[in-house]
């Protein structure tokens, strides 16, 4: 069992950053590739971005690439989600998602374990 938690939501105006992390515990954190996914009002969940096990592989949503970056740090059990040039459809609440494997995924019926999510608003 891997145990979840987001931090680093908030409301912010176009334009500005935000850093979200999720902290594991419960299992070897390095044993599992981590995801970004997130739900907007009235919308399904969606991905954002994802993390092999050692942080090399990274993958991003189209909507994303170029301004969020993802990343770790298997000694302190965490996963980071840089998002820069904020916009308002970024608005959603964000979760992180891990899954006990070497390869990368990006569909959420592949991850096992999910946190509860930190919302982001960006206003215009």
């Known amino acids: 069992q891997v145990q979840l938690v987001e931090s680093g939501g908030g409301l912010v105006q176009a334009g500005a950053s935000l850093r979200l992390s999720c902290a594991a515990s419960?299992?070897?954190?390095?044993?599992?590739?981590m995801g970004w996914f997130r739900q907007a009002p009235g919308k399904e969940r969606e991905f954002v971005a994802a993390i092999n096990w050692i942080g090399v592989t990274t993958i991003y949503a189209d909507s994303v690439k170029g301004r969020f970056t993802i990343s770790r740090d298997n000694a302190k059990n965490t996963v980071t989600l840089q998002m820069n040039s904020l916009k308002p459809e970024d608005t959603a609440v964000y979760y992180c998602?891990?899954?006990?494997?070497?390869?990368?995924?990006?569909?959420?019926?592949?991850?096992?374990?999910w946190g509860q999510g930190t919302q982001v608003t960006v206003s215009s």
């Open positions: 998602a891990a899954r006990q494997t070497t390869s990368t995924y990006i569909r959420e019926y592949q991850y096992d374990y």
């Open positions: 419960g299992r070897t954190f390095s044993n599992y590739a």
